[in-house]
């Protein structure tokens, strides 16, 4: 598996085009739309509200668990929002009645169960993704060493909530799907990744060795198909 990485003087409408045509690509199937919060936000709107439609749910790909950060409430604040909804597009926070600032332990347990009857009544879906990546080479919610039990990434579950060390974010409490889902049910992802200070987690993606729990950006390589855009040029060029 390989990323495209695509060096762009307009990362953020590229962007928006290559989201464009991975919805387009597959119109024809009923799709999960994964929609990383932080600097993924920037790209919706762009995107032309006509590559959705009822076919099309929506999800957070991370969330926090705090009330004055929340992911989900800068995402329905959004023009993109609202235009999409008007397109017949499913949210599958509100329709599941998820709310994520009191027992995250509950509340992961509840968008797993949403994600895995989505598949169950979607056998022939599609799941994508719009992500970016931190400039500590996190991605999704998924933070690097953010504590003794990695393993909870990796096992069977595909949403977890945890609590990194506050020194790592200042927005600790995450909710996150694991590397376990991403591996499963992630078929393409467009990623989004600009300036200078994510460069060094852009290098530690390419490097010849490395981990997902040091950076777990690198879990990108390991899906089927991801076209990332950047400002940024590739130092590495081993994959």
Same mark, same amino acid.
């Given at each position: 598996m390989s990323i495209k990485y695509v060096v762009t003087e307009s990362p953020l409408e590229e962007t928006a085009k290559g989201v464009e045509e991975m919805l387009s690509n597959n119109q024809s199937k009923p799709i999960l739309f994964l929609i990383s919060g932080g600097s993924a936000f920037k790209v919706l709107d762009h995107l032309s509200p006509d590559v959705f439609g009822p076919h099309v749910t929506i999800t957070l790909l991370d969330e926090r668990c705090h009330q004055d950060a929340s992911n989900y409430s800068e995402l329905t604040a959004m023009d993109y929002y609202g235009k999409v909804i008007d397109k017949g597009v499913t949210d599958m926070f509100k329709v599941n009645d998820l709310h994520f600032f009191?027992?995250?332990a509950s509340i992961s347990k509840s968008w797993e169960n949403a994600l895995r009857e989505w598949r169950n009544e979607n056998k022939n879906g599609v799941v994508l993704a719009l992500m970016g990546i931190g400039s500590d080479g996190h991605i999704a919610g998924i933070l690097p060493l953010v504590s003794d039990d990695m393993q909870q990434f990796e096992d069977e579950s595909w949403v977890v909530s945890y609590e990194a060390p506050p020194e790592v974010n200042p927005y600790p409490k995450r909710i996150t799907p694991t590397?376990?889902?991403?591996?499963? &049910?992630? %078929?393409?992802?467009v990623v989004y990744a600009t300036?200078?200070?994510? &460069?060094? %987690?852009?290098?530690?993606?390419?490097?010849p060795e490395g981990s997902v729990t040091k950076t777990p950006s690198r879990l990108l390589l390991e899906l089927p198909t991801v076209t990332l855009y950047s400002d940024l040029p590739r130092n590495n060029e081993h994959v």
């Open positions: 009191n027992d995250c590397f376990t889902f991403f591996r499963s &049910q992630v %078929a393409e992802a300036g200078e200070s994510k &460069q060094e %987690a852009i290098d530690n993606i390419f490097k």
